[in-house]
């Protein structure tokens, strides 16, 4: 059996799109019906029109699964690509959480640390690892400033090397090797490997994490009927 979770990214898509011709519409209407309709709020409205149809198309590539769930593995679906994890593989799930004076902020993401990263080293492609490493920057970035607050130069974490040899000896080069020292140093800082936003899940990441449990109980329940 297989769990498909449509994520919210992919909500209102026609609405936004919908939207931003409505405004168009009326923008060109008011300019048939009057011809001193300020520059600005022309401008404006153009601009909001355009914006919302930008976000609208990019709701709408997006795939319309992005995570299949199934009693062997999770797989992740992205526009660019997808990565796939055995749930033997998975040590833990959660929220990353990062210090905040003296406090523990969440990371809008869901995090997995694995026992084996080969597993998604050696499926992932070039094209999805690239786009990967560029969408979390902004997770690095946030996992710098709170766990890393003393430290005065971050070059080492963005100058990331092409050539990575992972702890069973398997040598990567290029792409893949520099999304396998991302995932290095989000391991360091946050303690997980594998990340998902928050944005391509269909409910609260608590939730969600609630139903994964769930989901893995039901899963090791049944592997030790067919055993008995």
Not at 65 to 70: D, E, N, R
Not at 76 to 82: A, I
Request: with cysteine.
């Amino acid at each position: 059996m297989q769990f498909n979770v449509t994520p919210y990214a992919k909500r209102n898509a026609l609405a936004f799109c919908g939207l931003s011709l409505l405004l168009f519409v009326l923008l060109v209407f008011a300019h048939l019906v009057r011809d001193d309709i300020p520059v600005g709020v022309t401008v404006v409205i153009g601009a909001t029109s355009g914006v919302l149809l930008l976000l609208g198309i990019g709701k709408l590539i997006e795939p319309p699964v992005s995570l299949a769930i199934t009693p062997e593995h999770i797989t992740y679906l992205h526009r660019r690509g997808s990565w796939q994890i055995s749930w033997d593989n998975i040590i833990r799930y959660d929220v990353p959480r990062v210090s905040r004076l003296l406090d523990l902020e969440d990371a809008p993401f869901l995090g997995f640390r694995l026992h084996d990263i080969d597993e998604v080293l050696q499926s992932i492609s070039p094209r999805l690892a690239s786009a990967l490493l560029v969408e979390q920057r902004q997770l690095l970035t946030m996992a710098l400033r709170h766990q890393r607050p003393d430290k005065n130069d971050y070059s080492e974490y963005f100058e990331i090397p092409d050539k990575y040899v992972s702890p069973e000896g398997i040598v990567y080069k290029g792409l893949i090797a520099s999304f396998a020292v991302r995932m290095q140093q989000l391991r360091e800082l946050l303690g997980y490997d594998l990340y998902v936003s928050a944005t391509a899940l269909d409910r609260d990441v608590y939730e969600f994490i609630a139903h994964l449990h769930k989901l893995q109980a039901s899963r090791n329940e049944a592997a030790s009927q067919s055993d008995a």
